[in-house]
């Protein structure tokens, strides 16, 4: 899977073509959909969140795309976001569908992913293979770095395809933006309690909990969020979608990557406890 640091990465853009069906289990109502590559012409299969939905705002948006961004860029598996223009031809082919208003809302770029069939749901606490159980540990201390409470037992946001872990939905990462500056924790590479309930939450934790994990390697590759990761980011999102709030998860996110050693040792202690 491509990477934003890559020499030559730039986001793909597709044009919608075709409206298949909605996922309805999704809090946002994501959709399935044919767009055609722009510079391909080749057509497929992609998951729009349209931003007709009042959840879908500008921040939403660039908090799901540095979250696929950030998870891409330490090796973890994520669906490759892509942009999703819809225009007001494609609007008119909805009429009579009952997201039709929906769409007329949305014109322009909205964010979406490819889409991968075959996907499966982890069921059971102890299901995971060995091979998984390392992919839980990243996945699990991933979520604790960019402060996602939102892959939780009603709501995983975690799929398996083939044999691997596959995260998705980070549109409610960061979640310390919505916090007081003042109420924030000023070290976060200390859990504190927010930090512990989070962990206990996630749905990942009773299938890692009281095991000794050892995810040094992977806090290490936290350093590859360097300057060229996050003058990148900004360069590949769309204007409208940038706000100040890239520079507060910069500097935040920097924070836990200074102190690296302490989170991963706390992390550790907590997983294990």
Not at 167 to 191: C, G, I, K, Q, Y
Request: aromatic share 12%.
């Amino acid at each position: 899977m491509p990477k934003i640091t890559d020499e030559n990465y730039q986001i793909k853009t597709v044009h919608a073509t075709e409206w298949h069906d909605v996922f309805s289990s999704g809090t946002t109502e994501p959709m399935l959909i044919w767009a055609m590559d722009a510079e391909s012409g080749e057509r497929d299969s992609y998951v729009i969140k349209p931003f007709g939905h009042p959840r879908i705002y500008p921040q939403a948006v660039m908090k799901e795309c540095l979250g696929a961004w950030i998870a891409l860029e330490l090796r973890l598996n994520a669906f490759e976001p892509v942009y999703i223009d819809v225009s007001t031809d494609f609007v008119e082919t909805l009429r009579g569908n009952q997201y039709y208003k929906r769409f007329i809302e949305s014109v322009g770029v909205n964010f979406g992913t490819r889409y991968v069939p075959g996907t499966t749901q982890i069921v059971g606490k102890n299901c995971l293979t060995n091979i998984q159980s390392s992919q839980a540990e990243k996945v699990t201390s991933f979520d604790l770095f960019i402060s996602n409470g939102d892959r939780r037992k009603e709501k995983p946001n975690l799929v398996l395809v083939q044999n691997d872990l596959f995260v998705f939905d980070h549109e409610l990462a960061f979640d310390f933006l919505m916090m007081l500056s003042f109420t924030r924790n000023p070290r976060p590479w200390e859990l504190g309690d927010w930090e512990l309930k989070m962990l206990r939450n996630h749905f990942l934790y009773p299938k890692i909990q009281g095991t000794q994990v050892d995810v040094t390697d992977f806090i290490e590759r936290f350093t590859q969020l360097d300057d060229k990761f996050w003058a990148k980011a900004s360069e590949q999102l769309p204007a409208n979608w940038r706000s100040d709030d890239l520079t507060t998860i910069k500097n935040h996110l920097a924070l836990i990557v200074e102190n690296r050693t302490i989170f991963a040792q706390q992390l550790a202690q907590a997983i294990l406890a």
